[in-house]
């Protein structure tokens, strides 16, 4: 790691966002390139249970923002009881804590704050599960030709799991994930 780099590091900080970040958020925002997220889905992705928003500042001063969307679904499993009992209980069905499912919406880094470990930093340090245990899948769509993305989220742990044909009109996209638990 550079010694800016280290330095960036040391004053960044990845948080929710707040509705005083909302004017950088959107922005950064209006730079994106060939961007489909408008400025009232941003306006309206308040704090929820099932979406969020996380943002990087440094000196409170917003750099990068992820937004990401919770999907929370029961884990069932069907066991079967050994021994005499297993003939009078045919299955008896168990049900773990819940699994999340994080889906990466967008990740944008301000372009003058690229490549010093801020996209990094918002994949790691944001942690949208709830208190609870249990498997958590955070999982992105990514475009075959945003290789910057790509590289990211392998840094990160992410594994390209299936191709996902035709995803953005004509362009394909690799779906990408991260387990825990």
């Known amino acids: 790691m550079s010694v800016i780099n280290d330095m960036i590091s040391r004053v960044l900080n990845v948080?929710?966002?707040a509705a005083a970040d909302l004017p950088r958020v959107l922005q950064l925002e209006k730079q994106r390139l060939r961007?489909?997220?408008?400025?009232?889905?941003i306006a309206s992705n308040s704090p929820a249970r099932d979406r969020g928003t996380w943002v990087a500042t440094i000196q409170n001063h917003v750099v990068g923002y992820l937004v990401y969307q919770l999907i929370t679904e029961p884990e069932t499993s069907s066991?079967?009881?050994?021994?005499?009992?297993?003939?009078?209980?045919?299955a008896e069905t168990?049900?773990?804590p819940p699994m999340v499912?994080?889906?990466?919406?967008?990740?944008?880094v301000a372009p003058d704050w690229r490549r010093r470990g801020i996209g990094k930093a918002l994949i790691t340090r944001f942690d949208p599960r709830?208190?609870?245990?249990g498997t958590c899948v955070i999982e992105a769509a990514v475009p075959e030709r945003d290789m910057p993305v790509q590289y990211l989220l392998r840094a990160t742990g992410f594994q390209a799991v299936r191709v996902m044909r035709g995803f953005y009109g004509d362009d394909d996209a690799y779906l990408m994930e991260?387990?825990?638990?």
């Open 15 to 17: 948080r929710s966002m």
């Open 35 to 41: 961007s489909s997220w408008l400025q009232h889905d």
């Open 79 to 90: 066991s079967k009881v050994a021994g005499k009992a297993a003939k009078l209980v045919e």
């Open 94 to 96: 168990i049900v773990a």
């Open 101 to 108: 499912c994080v889906d990466l919406l967008h990740i944008f």
């Open 130 to 133: 709830p208190a609870q245990k």
């Open 178 to 181: 991260k387990r825990f638990g």
